[in-house]
């Protein structure tokens, strides 16, 4: 199999990294509903709607905002513009983002409860299917990482052996989902804890695997989702510290 991996069906050069992207929501949507269907969800239906519909909003604010910052400097002021600037995206942004819009949701609703624990499992399955088109995009989207003369090298599509960056995610978001599950099952866990851990591992996992992608944007040796990752662990430093000095 060629990477970028673009299978040609009745004289159609399929986009399969879209294909797989609109899956992941729909499947991870799926998903969160038959999880919430077998589970005791404290939090009623109305407000529920309005937690996720701030965090849509949230999500597809934060992924843009971010996914400009990558690279601002390779946007123009040129009649695309805009269209660069919509078309950029990134899951980063979007989880962060979507974070914030579900706080100010339930500010708005008076909600106090916490609502993550539901969306955990949906949003690890979805990024493992995104990620799964991103690598076999290739090059064409930029989940690859720095050349590499190590064994795990691949050629994803340029003639060079670079780090499958997206290969590293799928099966570090199996084994996160492994160790959650378990992690889940042996402890009683308090209210949204699950979530929190999840954002936690993933984005520190995020800031370690940057310095193996060819960023070109830098301030003081950091990528932006770098200092992204960085915003987000203090935002739940807290809870950091509890993980640590639990006994």
Not at 110 to 128: A, M, N, R, V
Request: charge should be positive.
């Amino acid at each position: 199999m060629d990477i970028p991996f673009e299978p040609v069906v009745f004289g159609v050069k399929l986009n399969v990294h879209l294909m797989l992207e609109y899956a992941a929501f729909f499947i991870g949507f799926r998903y969160y509903i038959y999880l919430r269907k077998d589970s005791l969800d404290t939090i009623s239906s109305s407000n529920r709607l309005s937690i996720i519909i701030g965090a849509v909003f949230g999500a597809f604010l934060g992924s843009r905002i971010v996914g400009f910052l990558e690279n601002p400097l390779a946007i123009s002021f040129t009649p695309e513009y805009l269209i660069q600037i919509i078309s950029a995206k990134t899951i980063m942004g979007g989880l962060f983002g979507g974070l914030l819009g579900v706080e100010i949701a339930k500010k708005i609703i008076k909600e106090k409860k916490s609502s993550g624990d539901l969306f955990t499992y949906p949003i690890i399955l979805g990024i493992i299917i995104g990620r799964i088109g991103c690598f076999l995009a290739g090059i064409n989207e930029f989940t690859y990482g720095k050349e590499t003369t190590s064994f795990l090298g691949l050629d994803l599509g340029d003639g060079l052996f670079r780090y499958p960056i997206a290969l590293f995610e799928v099966v570090f978001l199996i084994l996160l989902w492994i160790v959650l599950k378990r992690f889940q099952q042996r402890l009683d866990l308090e209210s949204g804890l699950l979530f929190k851990c999840f954002m936690i591992f993933y984005f520190l996992f995020r800031f370690l695997v940057e310095f193996l992608k060819p960023n070109t944007f830098l301030i003081f040796g950091l990528s932006s989702i770098q200092y992204l990752c960085i915003l987000c662990l203090l935002y739940y430093q807290k809870t950091i510290r509890k993980i640590l000095y639990a006994n």
